[in-house]
Each structure stands twice: as C-alpha cells, then as structure tokens.
C-alpha cells in the first residue's frame, strides 16, 4: 500500500461543499443531503472510499455508518475504484426476457472481462444492474448519466467505440 495514500486525508472540495449546503438548506435536517453529498464527491472522486465517507460524515454531523449505510445501499455509488466509464446492464425481468443475457456476453466477450471487473487498459468497468427503470427499452444499461436503450449487438459495438 501506497503510503502517501494512507496518510493523506480526503477533504471535501469548496465546490462540494457550496452544493451540499444548498441540498442541506432544502430540508430540516442536514442528514437529508447525504445522497447528494455523496454524489458530487464521487463526481469528483470517481468513486466513494472510506475516507470519503468520513469527511462527509463530519461536515454533515453525522457518523460514518450512517454515511456508509447510504453508499453501500445504493447501487449509484461506487465504494471500489473502476474504470474511467462504468457500464451498468439491467439483467432485471424486463430487460432479462427481451435479451440481456446476450447483451452481457457480448460486452464480456468484447472487453475480455466478467461481471464486476475492469478492463485492462483502466476503461471500463462492467457491471450488473437490478432495475433502473426504463423497462419499456429493454434491453437497456447505463453508462455513466445516460440510458442506452433497445439494445443490440451492433449499438453496443458503437457505444465501446465511443469510450475513450
């Protein structure tokens, strides 16, 4: 283990912090902000680690397992660094019915990776998803912000092109 890694101490940007006392001041207890709080560390983290978790638990006077309840629960937080995109495929009923079996074998097959692994060269992070609700595209995955639905083999192959 990198020892500049250990010793360092994650702190919550300006930036950050500005947005999460905007959230914060939306409700009657600071503890409401902690999913955006989350949220805009790991946007610019790229993902949650436990440091992160306690300086978020500090500036919203929380403790940390509160904090870390809501990392872990949520599948949109990413407690282990991936890769620069994460794919997310729904395996889901909808999505499982209409192909999305075939759509995870071909990822696989044209990353060279499983489920939960990160391709070589640092890219792309393959991982499953339950239900992110957008069954009438089935089969469909997110990558990064956006949807990509009524996915085929051929739109998938355009995506991977596109990642740097």
């Known amino acids: 283990m990198n020892p500049t890694l250990v010793d360092r101490r994650y702190r919550l940007s300006q930036a950050v912090m500005a947005e999460v006392d ?13 999913k955006s709080a989350l949220r805009y560390c790991q946007e610019e983290m790229g993902w949650v680690s436990n440091e992160v978790v306690t300086a978020v638990a ?3 006077g929380l403790e940390p397992i509160e904090v870390y309840e809501v990392a872990t629960f949520y599948d949109m937080f990413y ?11 729904c395996t889901n ?3 499982m019915l209409r192909g999305a079996e075939a ?9 060279g990776i499983e489920i939960g692994e990160t ?18 595209g089935a089969p469909m995955l997110v990558c990064g912000n956006q949807y990509f639905e009524n996915l085929t083999t051929d739109k998938l192959d355009s995506l991977l092109d596109q990642l740097d």
């Open 119 to 136: 391709s070589p060269d640092g890219r792309i992070t393959l991982l499953e998803a339950e239900c992110l609700a957008a069954c009438g």
């Open 79 to 89: 407690t282990e660094p991936g890769g620069r995109h994460r794919i997310r495929v």
């Open 58 to 60: 500090e500036y919203l």
């Open 22 to 34: 905007k959230e914060a001041a939306k409700y009657p207890s600071r503890r409401a902000a902690v």
């Open 93 to 95: 009923v909808s999505c």
């Open 103 to 111: 759509i995870v074998n071909h990822l696989q097959e044209q990353l």
